[in-house]
C-alpha cells in the first residue's frame, strides 16, 4: 500500500494504475468506510482512500481542532482492507494559501436540512470532493446513505458539471444497538449514547408506521419528534424530503428521506432512512 501526501506524488502513481475506485474521508474510520472499502474493491482493481479532514467544510464554532485523527490506525485499516493508495494531504497541500477561492454550489440542494444548519457546509464538500476527484481521477467513487445530503449532492455535482465517475451510494452500517456508525460518536459519553439510540429507534418506528400503509409525513414526523423528546434530545430538525429534490414531501409517493439532526450534549448526530412506496 502506497500512502502518498503530495499531489505530484498521487498523479505520477495514478498514471501507473488502470480503473480506480476512491473512497473519500477524514479518517477515524470504523466498520461504515470499511464498507465502502469493500464495496469498492468489488467494482474496481485498484482502490484509492484520501484521508483529509477538510477545514473548509466546518464552520467556525465546529470541531475541526478536535476531530480525531488516528493515522496509524487508519493505515492498517487500510492495508489489511486491500486499499492501493492512500492520499493523506496536508492542509497546504490542498489549499495553498496563495490559491484563487473558488465556489462549487448546488443551491437547490445545498441549503436545506444540513445546509441551512451548517451554512456553507456542502460548498466545502464539493470544493474537496472535486479536487479530490482531479487529483486522483477515479473512474467511480463510494459515499455513504448515513449522509445522504451530501450522497445526493455529489451525484448532482458530477452530473451538473459532466464529470466522468460513476458515484455508488452504500447503505449505513450501524452498531449491534442501532446507531449509525460514525467518527463523532468517540465524542459521546455513555448516558449520551444512550440517549442517542432514540435517533435510530425513531427511524425504525416511523419506517414501522410507514410498512403498515401510512403515507402522511406530518403522522411519521411527529411519531420521530415523541421518540426524540422522551429523551430530551435537541432537535435541529426532523423531516421528510423527496430523495432526489430534497424538497419536503406531504404524501409519501415517490422515494422519501426521513432524515433526522439532533444535539446530544455537543455532538451533533444525523441520521436518515429512505422509505419507498
Ligand atoms: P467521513 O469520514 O465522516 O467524511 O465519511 C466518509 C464516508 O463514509 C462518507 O461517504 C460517509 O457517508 C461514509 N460513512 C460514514 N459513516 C457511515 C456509516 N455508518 N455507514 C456507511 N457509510 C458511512
Known amino acids: 500500500m502506497k500512502l502518498l501526501h503530495t499531489?505530484?506524488?498521487?498523479?505520477?502513481?495514478?498514471?501507473?494504475?488502470?480503473?480506480?475506485?476512491?473512497?473519500?474521508?477524514?479518517?477515524?474510520?470504523?466498520?461504515?468506510?470499511?464498507?465502502?472499502?469493500?464495496?469498492?474493491?468489488?467494482?474496481?482493481?485498484?482502490?484509492?482512500?484520501?484521508?483529509?479532514?477538510?477545514?473548509?467544510?466546518?464552520?467556525?464554532?465546529?470541531?475541526?481542532?478536535?476531530?480525531?485523527?488516528?493515522?496509524?490506525?487508519?493505515?492498517?485499516?487500510?492495508?489489511?482492507?486491500?486499499?492501493?493508495?492512500?492520499?493523506n494531504p496536508a492542509v497546504e497541500e490542498m489549499y495553498p494559501p496563495a490559491a484563487t477561492d473558488i465556489v462549487v454550489d448546488l443551491p437547490s440542494l445545498s441549503t436545506v436540512l444540513e445546509g441551512?444548519?451548517?451554512?456553507?457546509?456542502?460548498?466545502?464538500?464539493?470544493?474537496?470532493?472535486?479536487?479530490?476527484?482531479?487529483?486522483?481521477?477515479?473512474?467511480?467513487?463510494f459515499f455513504g446513505?448515513?449522509?445522504?445530503?451530501?450522497?445526493?449532492?455529489?451525484?448532482?455535482?458530477?452530473?451538473?458539471?459532466?464529470?466522468?465517475?460513476?458515484?455508488?451510494?452504500?447503505?449505513?452500517?450501524r452498531d449491534a444497538d442501532g446507531l449509525a456508525m460514525s467518527s463523532r460518536n468517540a465524542y459521546l459519553a455513555p448516558e449520551e449514547r444512550e440517549k442517542a439510540l432514540s435517533i435510530s429507534r425513531a427511524l425504525g418506528i416511523a419506517q414501522g408506521e410507514f410498512r403498515s400503509g401510512v403515507r402522511q409525513t406530518n403522522r411519521l414526523l411527529t411519531t420521530m419528534q415523541k421518540v426524540l423528546l422522551e429523551k430530551h434530545l435537541m432537535i435541529d430538525y426532523v423531516a421528510a424530503v423527496d430523495a432526489t429534490s430534497l424538497r419536503p414531501v406531504e404524501v409519501i409517493n415517490a422515494p422519501t428521506v426521513l432524515a433526522v439532526a439532533t444535539r446530544v450534549g455537543k455532538t451533533r448526530l444525523i441520521d436518515n432512512a429512505i422509505v419507498e412506496p
Open 7 to 87: 499531489i505530484a506524488e498521487v498523479r505520477a502513481e495514478r498514471d501507473k494504475l488502470g480503473r480506480l475506485a476512491l473512497v473519500p474521508t477524514m479518517g477515524a474510520l470504523h466498520a461504515g468506510h470499511l464498507s465502502l472499502i469493500d464495496a469498492a474493491r468489488r467494482r474496481a482493481p485498484h482502490v484509492a482512500v484520501s484521508i483529509f479532514v477538510n477545514p473548509t467544510q466546518f464552520g467556525h464554532n465546529e470541531d475541526f481542532n478536535r476531530y480525531p485523527r488516528p493515522l496509524e490506525q487508519d493505515l492498517a485499516k487500510c492495508q489489511s482492507n486491500g486499499v492501493d493508495m492512500v492520499f
Open 116 to 141: 441551512k444548519h451548517r451554512p456553507g457546509h456542502f460548498k466545502g464538500v464539493c470544493q474537496v470532493v472535486a479536487k479530490l476527484f482531479n487529483i486522483l481521477r477515479p473512474n467511480i467513487a
Open 145 to 173: 446513505q448515513k449522509d445522504y445530503q451530501q450522497l445526493r449532492i455529489i451525484a448532482a455535482m458530477v452530473e451538473a458539471l459532466n464529470m466522468d465517475i460513476e458515484i455508488v451510494g452504500c447503505p449505513t452500517i
